[in-house]
């Protein structure tokens, strides 16, 4: 018995995962609830446990991107998976013992390679079949060059994805859509021609020793093209493809030998102008990498946000010395007493909250032709992970004292550190605060956390002279940017939002009594 094993629900607005890495081989034996692989949504990166015990066949590869309820892998319960091993068996042996004619008069019959044109790139759904190199009938070899096909952005060669006799299907100038059928290999051609001539039997047999690992050490076509101009030789690479290939990701990421004695020896002055440009010292390699499942899911909602809301920014100055010596003068008490160290962060969310309450629409936002409004202050922190940007959120931020603030910001933090943040966790927010300060940014516009309507963004402390009482004295500044969508927050509410919260913050005792 089979167990087939889908993509789980993972949240409301979560239609596909993408396939992060595999734990286990094709093949392998698992147990249940044993972790197979990880699963990356635009929000989170979850684990994904064995629903049976047995033998693993992998459906959806690593980087694939699955919908909801798509099918990722079966596991073959034992008994039928050890039943194909001694069909396996027999099926060597009698290659061994007879290799003539009866085995060459299954093989054409059971294996056509259909060969479909290959995704070339995002932005292009057709090519052009531009020449056949192999003419219909020919016998081709796996990774044989075949054909050459024009793009609107390169010409790439096609190489034979079998060994065996080749059949065209589309001819020379046709235009093909990405996945159309080009040709088909007839697989088991190779035998029943050799069993026309007798002279080459032992060559016969040496192939079926051979085919096995006939990948290893040999490199795919776009790595053969990379190492030819890197000066490298594909027999000197360990390959990580299947069976040992030499992927066109090896050939990226070789090392070029160095030759430095070759600009020496350029003899005309003619020639001599030309090692200018050989001169540039230091490594020029490029290297790609597939955006991930967050990265893709981010950039189409910031450009979202851009496009669909009226975006404005107004800025103010903090000065920061009241909650500094604040901080100075009760850190240690309050970590003894809590815990947990006492941050800027509480400060600013318990004065966010604050503001909130007294301007709601700021803490409002759109749903259609309406305007939605919270009773309630969910305060999502931006917090830099390591596949991203995250937001998690405190939930009822106005009711929490300092030392829970703190608490929760710790424990969240972790979480996103770790990759280890629910969706619960970070969904539902009505207002965001961001830090850039911490990376060293004095100023920046941050961009609304959709559907929300407004974002606060925090900026790095500078100690500056400012006039203070008539006096030029060195103070410790920070500007705050607030960026809110004015289609629903006007300006008068959007600037005293932000005097509001620069009161509360020079003033901190003001959060204690609520004035």
Same mark, same amino acid.
Not at 36 to 63: H, M, N, Q, R, V
Not at 89 to 100: D, E, K, L, T
Not at 185 to 204: D, K, L, Q, R, Y
Not at 460 to 478: D, K, L, S, T, W
């Given at each position: 018995m089979s167990k087939e094993m889908r993509v789980p629900t993972v949240g409301e607005s979560?239609?596909?995962?993408?396939?992060?890495?595999?734990?286990?081989?094709?093949?392998?034996?698992?147990?249940?609830?044993?972790?197979?692989?990880?699963?990356?949504?635009?929000?989170?990166?979850?684990?994904?446990?064995?629903?049976?015990s047995g033998t693993l066949l992998i459906k959806a590869k690593e980087g694939e991107t699955v919908e909801i309820g798509g099918l990722i892998c079966v596991i073959e319960a034992s008994a039928t998976a050890a039943a194909p091993n001694p069909v396996a068996a027999a099926a060597v042996v009698v290659p061994a013992a007879a290799p003539a004619a009866p085995v060459a008069a299954a093989n054409p019959a059971s294996s056509i390679k259909e060969m479909v044109?290959?995704?070339?790139?995002?932005?292009? !759904?057709?090519?052009?079949?531009?020449?056949?190199?192999?003419?219909?009938?020919?016998?081709?070899?796996?990774?044989?060059?075949?054909?050459?096909?024009?793009?609107?952005?390169?010409t790439f060669e096609l190489p034979a994805e079998a060994t065996g006799i080749l059949r065209h299907v589309a001819k020379e100038g046709d235009v093909l859509e990405i996945g159309g059928l080009i040709c088909r290999i007839e697989v088991g051609g190779?035998?029943?021609?050799?069993?026309?001539?007798?002279?080459?039997?032992?060559?016969?047999?040496?192939?079926?020793?051979?085919?096995?690992?006939?990948?290893? =050490?040999?490199?795919?076509?776009?790595?053969?093209?990379?190492?030819?101009?890197?000066?490298?030789?594909?027999?000197?690479?360990? =390959?990580? =493809?299947?069976? =040992?290939?030499?992927?066109?990701?090896?050939?990226?990421?070789?090392?070029?030998?160095?030759?430095?004695?070759?600009?020496? !020896?350029?003899?005309?002055?003619?020639?001599s102008a030309a090692p200018v440009v050989t001169t540039v010292s230091g490594a020029r390699a490029v290297r790609r990498e597939k955006m991930s499942s967050l990265r893709k899911t981010v950039s189409r909602r910031l450009v979202a946000v851009k496009n669909e809301t009226a975006m404005?920014?107004?800025?103010?100055?903090?000065?920061?010395?009241?909650?500094?010596?604040?901080?100075?003068?009760?850190?240690?008490?309050?970590?003894?007493?809590?815990?947990?160290?006492?941050?800027?962060?509480?400060?600013f969310t318990k004065a966010v909250c604050v503001a909130l309450k007294e301007w709601p629409a700021v803490n409002a936002q759109i749903d259609g032709n309406e305007m939605v409004f919270h009773d309630f202050c969910d305060i999502s922190i931006a917090v830099s992970a390591p596949k991203g940007l995250v937001v998690?959120?405190?939930?009822?931020?106005?009711?929490?004292?300092?030392?829970?603030?703190?608490?929760?910001?710790?424990?969240?933090a972790g979480k996103a550190r770790d990759n280890k943040l629910s969706i619960e966790e970070m969904t539902g927010g009505t207002f965001t605060i961001t830090n850039g300060g911490v990376f060293g940014s004095m100023m920046s516009t941050p961009i609304i956390n959709a559907p929300q309507s407004a974002i606060l963004g925090m900026h790095n402390i500078v100690e500056r002279p400012i006039a203070e009482n008539g006096q030029v004295v060195i103070r410790p500044m920070m500007y705050l940017a607030l960026s809110y969508d004015h289609r629903i927050i006007d300006g008068r509410e959007s600037v005293s939002f932000l005097v509001r919260v620069k009161q509360l913050l020079e003033d901190p005792t003001r959060l204690m009594f609520g004035v």
């Amino acid at each position: 018995m089979s167990k087939e094993m889908r993509v789980p629900t993972v949240g409301e607005s979560i239609s596909e995962v993408t396939v992060g890495q595999w734990f286990k081989k094709d093949g392998d034996q698992v147990q249940l609830d044993e972790v197979l692989c990880e699963l990356e949504s635009d929000k989170a990166t979850f684990e994904f446990p064995a629903e049976a015990s047995g033998t693993l066949l992998i459906k959806a590869k690593e980087g694939e991107t699955v919908e909801i309820g798509g099918l990722i892998c079966v596991i073959e319960a034992s008994a039928t998976a050890a039943a194909p091993n001694p069909v396996a068996a027999a099926a060597v042996v009698v290659p061994a013992a007879a290799p003539a004619a009866p085995v060459a008069a299954a093989n054409p019959a059971s294996s056509i390679k259909e060969m479909v044109v290959p995704t070339v790139g995002e932005s292009i !759904t057709e090519v052009t079949l531009a020449n056949w190199i192999k003419k219909d009938g020919d016998q081709v070899t796996l990774d044989e060059i075949i054909a050459d096909v024009d793009s609107d952005k390169a010409t790439f060669e096609l190489p034979a994805e079998a060994t065996g006799i080749l059949r065209h299907v589309a001819k020379e100038g046709d235009v093909l859509e990405i996945g159309g059928l080009i040709c088909r290999i007839e697989v088991g051609g190779t035998a029943s021609a050799a069993a026309n001539t007798p002279a080459p039997a032992a060559p016969v047999a040496a192939p079926t020793t051979t085919a096995e690992n006939y990948a290893t =050490g040999h490199a795919s076509p776009a790595a053969s093209k990379i190492l030819a101009e890197k000066g490298i030789d594909s027999a000197t690479l360990a =390959g990580t =493809g299947k069976d =040992g290939r030499v992927t066109k990701e090896d050939a990226m990421t070789a090392s070029a030998p160095v030759a430095s004695p070759a600009p020496a !020896t350029t003899p005309s002055p003619a020639v001599s102008a030309a090692p200018v440009v050989t001169t540039v010292s230091g490594a020029r390699a490029v290297r790609r990498e597939k955006m991930s499942s967050l990265r893709k899911t981010v950039s189409r909602r910031l450009v979202a946000v851009k496009n669909e809301t009226a975006m404005l920014t107004t800025f103010n100055e903090v000065n920061m010395k009241p909650i500094m010596d604040l901080r100075s003068k009760f850190k240690d008490q309050f970590k003894e007493k809590h815990g947990v160290g006492l941050g800027f962060m509480s400060f600013f969310t318990k004065a966010v909250c604050v503001a909130l309450k007294e301007w709601p629409a700021v803490n409002a936002q759109i749903d259609g032709n309406e305007m939605v409004f919270h009773d309630f202050c969910d305060i999502s922190i931006a917090v830099s992970a390591p596949k991203g940007l995250v937001v998690p959120v405190i939930r009822n931020a106005e009711n929490l004292s300092f030392d829970q603030i703190e608490k929760e910001i710790v424990r969240l933090a972790g979480k996103a550190r770790d990759n280890k943040l629910s969706i619960e966790e970070m969904t539902g927010g009505t207002f965001t605060i961001t830090n850039g300060g911490v990376f060293g940014s004095m100023m920046s516009t941050p961009i609304i956390n959709a559907p929300q309507s407004a974002i606060l963004g925090m900026h790095n402390i500078v100690e500056r002279p400012i006039a203070e009482n008539g006096q030029v004295v060195i103070r410790p500044m920070m500007y705050l940017a607030l960026s809110y969508d004015h289609r629903i927050i006007d300006g008068r509410e959007s600037v005293s939002f932000l005097v509001r919260v620069k009161q509360l913050l020079e003033d901190p005792t003001r959060l204690m009594f609520g004035v």
